[in-house]
């Protein structure tokens, strides 16, 4: 069955920090979707980046990046020179053909930046 | 940008009402989705709908009832509010499953 693992509960960092947010996917299908979403304290789900699994490219988009490697099924994020608005709840999402692509969502991480 | 309104950002009811969270959206997108977000428990799917009036149970449907009458509004029922019912509820939008889903700000709900 299809999984995702946040192992990281909660991280708190210093503020100018690089941090990265892991996300662990289990799945039998060759054809899926990944996704990371913000949920900071006011509580709106922001999208952030959606990546299918037969492009293997890392992600960059300012401050944030995202490195993709199917031999170790991850998915994970990273953001350097944090800042105090990253705070918030990270959450990993994945998207299969057994799940007939709804989103298969991990538990999320707590990423607190202290300034 | 797509926009997805939920009609309360705050919302406290008592135990044995009927409660009615409204959710529209503005990009003519087929999909529409009801979540509750639960400490610890993860955003679970309640309903989602793929077309008017067409309807689906997620992982926790029981206690709850959806209605789809147009294209850009889907509203979550709780026939007889309960205090387990108390949450955050988030409602979302996308156009083919596998594309992104954009989410309204949510509904804290509170049922007394």
């Known amino acids: 069955a299809q999984k995702v693992t946040q192992a990281q509960t909660e991280i708190s960092v210093v503020e100018k920090e690089d941090v990265t947010l892991d996300c662990v996917y289990e799945?039998?299908?060759?054809?899926?979707?990944l996704f990371w979403y913000k949920q900071p304290p006011s509580g709106e789900l922001v999208f952030l980046i959606r990546?299918?699994?037969?492009d293997e490219q890392n992600e960059i988009s300012g401050r944030y990046s995202w490195n993709f490697q199917k031999s170790t099924s991850s998915f994970n994020f990273t953001i350097t020179a944090s800042q105090v608005v990253d705070s918030a709840v990270y959450f990993c999402?994945?998207?299969?053909?057994?799940?007939?692509?709804?989103?298969?969502w991990g538990a999320g991480t707590k990423l607190i930046i202290k300034p | 940008d797509v926009k997805v309104t939920q009609s309360s950002r705050y919302l406290v009811k008592r135990t044995g009402e009927k409660v009615f969270l409204e959710c529209v959206q503005d990009?003519?997108?087929?999909?529409m989705f009801w979540y509750r977000q639960d400490p610890g428990l993860g955003l679970r799917l309640i309903y989602f709908?793929?077309?008017?009036?067409?309807?689906e149970k997620g992982d926790i449907p029981e206690g709850y009832s959806v209605s789809r009458e147009k294209k850009e509004r889907f509203s979550l029922i709780l026939e007889s509010a309960s205090t387990n019912q108390t949450s955050m509820y988030l409602c979302?939008?996308?156009?083919?499953?596998?594309?992104?889903?954009?989410f309204g700000d949510g509904t804290r709900l509170s049922i007394l």
């Open positions: 999402a994945l998207s299969d053909a057994d799940s007939n692509y709804q989103l298969i």
């Open positions: 799945t039998r299908d060759t054809t899926y979707y």
């Open positions: 990546r299918n699994s037969f």
């Open positions: 990009m003519d997108h087929e999909n």
């Open positions: 709908s793929y077309d008017v009036k067409m309807k």
């Open positions: 979302a939008s996308s156009v083919p499953l596998n594309q992104p889903q954009h």
